[in-house]
Every structure is written in C-alpha cells, then in structure tokens.
C-alpha cells in the first residue's frame, strides 16, 4: 500500500516507474522469500477457526474445564477438532491456490532443485516449521482423549499434511516446481518431533527460533547499466518487508532456527543436581543473503550486483545456552500454557560463532 500512496502523492513518470518497479520487485522476491508468511498466515487461519469450534463445544463440558485432558476420547472434542482443521485448511489452501497462484503459468506437475537456494535458510525453516505444526496438532488431539502414541502419530502426519499442500501448488506452477528438499526437511521436522515422542515419551531435544534486526547500509550502490543508486537497505526492505513481523519471520539475515537440547533429559543418574530447565542449543543462520542464489538484482531497467569482496555471502553455526520453559517447576496451569508458548523462542544469551568464512567469533548476546 505504501508504493501506491507514494505514487499518488508523487506524480513524476519517473517516480511512478520507480515505485511500480519497486512493488513488482517486492512480490515477486516474497514469493521465494515468505515461507514462514506462509505458514503463519494458514496456521493462524486455522486455530482461529479450531478455537472458536473448541470454544463452544467445551462450554458445552458440564465435567470438564476447557484445558483438562479427558481420560479417555471425548467425541464432541474429537470430532469439532477434525472439522476445524479440515475446514480450516482446505479454505486457506483454496485461498492460496486462486490468490497467490493466479496470474502465474500451471504446468503438468513437476519437481525442481532448489538446495542452496537462500543458502538453504528455506530449508531450516521447512524443519522448524513442520516440527512446530506436527507437536501443536499432537497437542490438540491429546486435548480430546487421543492416547499419547496415537497422538503423536497424527501430529506429525498433520504436519507434514500441512507443508506439503505448498509443496503440490508449487509442483503444478510452471514458474517454480516442487522441490524434493523441502519434502526432506518437512520429513526431518516431523520426525524430529515423532521420533522422541515414540523412543522417549516427551521432546528433550526442541527446535526454536530467534531473531533480531540487522543493521544494513544505506551507502548508495550504482547500478552496473546506468547512474541510478540504491542501498542495501532499500533491497532488504523490498526483499524482506519492514513490519515487526516480517522482520522477525523471514529476514534470513537476522533469523537463526535452532536444535535446542535439554542436559539433564539425558544424564542417567535420578538424584542429579543438574538445572532440569538449562539446554544447550545449536544454531544456523546467513548472513548477506540478498537473492536466492547470489546477490544480484534488478531495479525497472537497472542492474546490481554486490560485491563479494564487500559483502560474501556465509553461513553461521552456533552454539549456546538455552532455557527449556517446559521444565521450570509451576502449579498454576496459566504459566504452563505460556512456558509452552514461549518454547518456540531461543533466549538471548552469550553464544560461539563458527562460520563458513573459516572464522570463530564470541557474541556477548546473540539474538
């Protein structure tokens, strides 16, 4: 809305070109770039419409309060999930299919290759997400009375049900394809979260995530073709978006996913006086992603190139202290539903840096 507003208030051809440009830029990058919009968009799409369903079918409970686990399988429970989420996600699969996918070629379907792509930040996030989706759908159905195993069986398969209806859209588009990795890391994420639920009975090893805000330039960058100017940060905000949200879900420059490890899960000794909540976590992240596969772009008629000198794309991997909130000892079921909210999110803390560059750095704070 912004390039339109700029446009109207700024009626100069060459303005008007800019910001077309500039919006044409936008969409078409957030396209590769959004997976986590994605997902957010159809996962809030959907507990809205399972909350609500829960919502009147558990007033209804004259035995249960609306966040007790029956002993065994509630119907009214069971069968308002099912309903929420199927209605839920073949409404925002449709949505996406005609909104999204309108305008671009359908093709027969079909797979590409896209491993390096975003120096494979797309994949973490497949693993991350899918993870999440398949343990909050397990939960949902321990809500109703499923048993733990049988539970856990369907989480993972709602998770992988889930990123996998991008996965057959993108696969009937001609302008992209499925891609085989994504299915691998979707794999990996729920069977991530089955496999422990399986061998274990709870999730000791967690995936996160964290964020914060890089600082990009604003140097003027000319234009290999002509004398036109930008800056990195024009690029990223075109590339990345500028809200809160967008920052912190798709900026593959400030966004690391993380394998978070709680210690005392696995110290056989009962009596230990290890802290059940302290984990140790390792992470990934990119930095000077600005294009899938290199840091070109274009801009209407005008060309950029980064320098890779200046500006090398790298990788990151990480290693530090944690919290698992699951553990931290509460009686009030309140502070329960929160810690296991705020579980998703890798805490700041002091953390070691070995990157792809062949360098070891120390962050006092890593977000």
Request: hydrophobic fraction near 40%; charged fraction near 20%; aromatic fraction near 16%.
């Amino acid at each position: 809305m912004s390039y339109f507003i700029k446009t109207k208030n700024n009626f100069h051809p060459e303005s008007i070109q800019k910001s077309a440009a500039k919006l044409a830029l936008h969409f078409e990058n957030a396209r590769r770039v959004s997976l986590f919009k994605f997902i957010i968009h159809r996962s809030s799409f959907i507990i809205l419409l399972t909350f609500f369903a829960l919502s009147s079918f558990a007033q209804r409970q004259d035995k249960l309060h609306f966040f007790e686990i029956p002993d065994t399988l509630n119907k009214a429970r069971f069968w308002a999930l099912n309903g929420s989420i199927a209605a839920g996600y073949t409404g925002t699969m449709a949505l996406l299919n005609v909104a999204w996918y309108k305008g671009y070629e359908r093709s027969s379907f079909h797979f590409f290759n896209d491993m390096g792509e975003w120096e494979d930040m797309d994949k973490a996030g497949h693993f991350f997400s899918t993870y999440f989706e398949s343990k909050w759908t397990s939960s949902l159905y321990r809500w109703t009375g499923v048993k733990e195993r049988k539970a856990a069986y369907m989480g993972a398969i709602g998770g992988f049900v889930f990123q996998g209806g991008i996965e057959v859209l993108d696969g009937f588009s001609e302008k992209w394809g499925a891609s085989a990795w994504d299915i691998v890391f979707n794999t990996a994420g729920a069977m991530t979260f089955l496999g422990q639920e399986l061998l274990w009975e709870e999730q000791r090893i967690s995936v996160k995530f964290s964020a914060h805000k890089p600082k990009y330039s604003t140097t003027p960058i000319q234009a290999n073709n002509s004398m036109a100017t930008t800056t990195i940060r024009e690029r990223a905000d075109a590339l990345y978006g500028t809200s809160l949200a967008e920052i912190a879900l798709k900026d593959y420059n400030g966004l690391t996913i993380w394998v978070s490890g709680n210690i005392s899960a696995f110290i056989r000794k009962e009596d230990h006086k290890f802290p059940k909540w302290l984990n140790l976590a390792v992470g990934y992240s990119a930095e000077n992603v600005y294009g899938g596969f290199g840091n070109g772009w274009s801009v209407g008629e005008n060309n950029y190139r980064l320098s890779d000198e200046l500006y090398p794309r790298y990788r990151q991997f990480l290693l530090a202290p944690d919290v698992d909130f699951t553990r931290i000892p509460t009686k009030s079921k309140g502070l329960k539903i929160l810690f296991g909210i705020l579980n998703i999110i890798k805490i700041p803390a002091p953390a070691l840096e070995v990157n792809s560059l062949g360098k070891l750095k120390f962050h006092p704070v890593y977000f």
